[in-house]
C-alpha cells in the first residue's frame, strides 16, 4: 500500500538550532501533503498545508516563520522548526491524501525535544 | 468554525465488551468522515465513509454515517486488550482533515 516514510523518528535539540523533518512518498506522488502536531494526550492539530511547487497555507495561529514547509517535488515535503525553544517539543506528523475510498496515510512521526 | 467533537473522551471495559464510540461533526464542504486508530505513533486507517446508512465493517469493527443528523459511531464488538488505544475521528472538508480529541479506550483481561 501507500506508504509515507518521515524521518528523523525522534530528535533532541538545543534551544535556537533548527531541525528539519521530512516526510517522502516511497510509491505514490503527493501533489499535497499535510503537517500535523500531536501533544501528549491531546488529538493532532493542522498546522499546515503544503503543495508541490507553491507555498504552503497555514493554519490560523501557526507562524510560518517558525515552521517552514518545502515542497520541492512530488515525493517529498519538509517540515523546518527554526530557532527552536523548549515550548516547540512535540509530536510532528504529516499525511497524505490518497485517492478513492482510502483515506490519507501517515509518516510515523516525529518526536521533537528542545532542551 | 469547524469542529469534531468525540464521546466518550475514555472508556474502561472487560474483554469480550462492546463499544460504542460516537463522533459529531459541523465541517464546510464536508466530503468524508474518517476513523483511525492510534497507539504509540502515527495514526492507522480503519474507515473512510461517505454516505449516510451504509456500514462498513472490518472483522469486529464497524462504522456507519449519518449525515442529516451529521454524526457517526464506530462499533466494536468483542473487544479485546489488543485493541486498548485512542480512536481518532476526522472531517475531511476540501483537502484537509479536522481530528476530535479522541476517544481513548482501554480494554482489561
Known amino acids: 500500500g501507500a506508504v509515507v516514510s518521515q524521518h528523523p523518528s525522534r530528535v533532541i535539540c538545543k534551544s535556537g538550532t533548527s531541525v528539519k523533518i521530512e516526510c517522502r512518498s516511497l510509491d505514490f506522488q503527493a501533489t499535497t501533503m499535510f503537517w500535523y502536531r500531536q501533544f501528549p494526550k491531546k488529538s493532532l492539530m493542522l498546522m499546515a498545508t503544503?503543495?508541490?511547487?507553491?507555498?504552503?497555507?497555514?493554519e490560523q495561529g501557526v507562524e510560518k516563520d517558525k515552521f517552514l514547509i518545502n515542497h520541492a517535488s512530488l515525493t517529498l515535503s519538509t517540515l523546518t522548526v527554526t530557532s527552536a525553544h523548549p515550548e516547540d517539543s512535540s509530536f510532528y506528523i504529516c499525511?497524505?491524501?490518497?485517492?478513492?475510498?482510502?483515506?490519507?496515510?501517515f509518516g510515523s512521526g516525529t518526536r521533537l525535544t528542545v532542551v | 468554525e469547524d469542529k469534531v467533537v468525540q464521546s466518550p473522551l475514555s472508556l474502561v471495559v472487560h474483554e469480550g465488551d462492546t463499544v460504542t464510540l460516537n463522533c459529531s461533526y459541523e465541517v464546510t464542504n464536508f466530503r468524508s468522515l474518517l476513523w483511525y486508530k492510534q497507539e504509540k505513533k502515527a495514526p492507522t486507517f480503519l474507515f473512510m465513509l461517505t454516505s449516510s446508512g451504509i456500514e462498513k465493517k472490518s472483522g469486529r469493527l464497524s462504522s456507519i454515517l449519518d449525515k442529516k443528523e451529521l454524526f457517526s459511531i464506530l462499533n466494536i464488538t468483542a473487544t479485546q486488550t489488543g485493541d486498548s488505544a485512542v480512536y481518532l475521528c476526522?472531517?475531511?472538508?476540501?483537502?484537509?482533515?479536522?481530528f476530535g480529541a479522541g476517544t481513548r479506550l482501554a480494554v482489561h483481561p
Open positions: 476526522a472531517s475531511g472538508g476540501y483537502n484537509k482533515l479536522i
Open positions: 499525511s497524505a491524501r490518497l485517492g478513492g475510498a482510502n483515506g490519507y496515510t
Open positions: 503544503s503543495n508541490e511547487g507553491s507555498k504552503a497555507t497555514y
